[in-house]
T-cell receptor, first 116, second 105 residues
Framework: NAGVMQNPRHLVRRRGQEARLRCSPMKGHSHVYWYRQLPEEGLKFMVYLQKENIIDESGMPKERFSAEFPKEGPSILRIQQVVRGDSAAYFC??????????????FGPGTRLTVT | TQLLEQSPQFLSIQEGENLTVYCNSSSVFSSLQWYRQEPGEGPVLLVTVVTGGEVKKLKRLTFQFGDARKDSSLHITAAQPGDTGLYLCAGGSTFGDGTTLTVKP
């Protein structure tokens, strides 16, 4: 029973390049969340998606960041024209539902993005 | 905007001691989750509390949800070095900044 998978685990990009982070949710989960974490800080919500729909993107920066969760394939978090301030760990989580008590999320191992 | 405040931010104790960490908010949550995160890894779900006043036990860990569903606590009895990590409380997608616990042998 595979857990949430993220790749790559580590990604190095030069300023101005694009970063693509991938997330495959747990089998049977249709809800995906993306978070950003800086060292010794908690997780900051970025976006919540269901298949083919963005449900809540209130935590996404207005520019350069986008996310998708297509009908087939993994969810993608895309960062265009990266800057040094984008360096962080990006975590994906999935859940089967959002009913009462159903906010439990299962996290992947994260992608550590370093912008040089 | 719902916020969760965790305290203390850092806690360093000796093996065998007891400790409590807190998660507080001015908002009501339908449920709260507790996660533990180790360096270089993603958070791992420990427990969900749903009912006001609820107490859940997980071996040496005791979780309590406040009567008004605005706060929660995590108590660890006889802490061990393996308990070292970042403890995060969450209400859905809203996370606190965590308590970094270090248990020294």
């Amino acid at each position: 029973n595979a857990g949430v998978m993220q790749n790559p685990r580590h990604l190095v990009r030069r300023r101005g390049q694009e970063a693509r982070l991938r997330c495959s949710p747990m089998k049977g989960h249709s809800h995906v969340y993306w978070y950003r974490q800086l060292p010794e800080e908690g997780l900051k919500f970025m976006v919540y998606l269901q298949k083919e729909n963005i449900i809540d993107e209130s935590g996404m920066p207005k520019e350069r960041f986008s996310a998708e969760f297509p009908k087939e394939g993994p969810s993608i978090l895309r960062i265009q024209q990266v800057v040094r301030g984008d360096s962080a760990a990006y975590f994906c989580a999935s859940s089967p539902s959002r009913g009462r008590g159903g906010y439990e999320q299962y996290f992947g191992p994260g992608t550590r993005l370093t912008v040089t | 905007t719902q916020l969760l405040e965790q305290s203390p931010q850092f806690l360093s104790i000796q093996e065998g001691e007891n400790l409590t960490v807190y998660c507080n908010s001015s908002s009501v949550f339908s449920s709260l989750q507790w996660y533990r995160q180790e360096p270089g890894e993603g958070p791992v779900l420990l427990v969900t509390v749903v009912t006001g006043g609820e107490v859940k036990k997980l071996k040496r860990l005791t979780f309590q949800f406040g009567d008004a569903r605005k706060d929660s606590s995590l108590h660890i009895t006889a802490a061990q070095p393996g308990d070292t990590g970042l403890y995060l409380c969450a209400g859905g997608s809203t996370f606190g900044d965590g308590t970094t616990l270090t248990v020294k042998p």
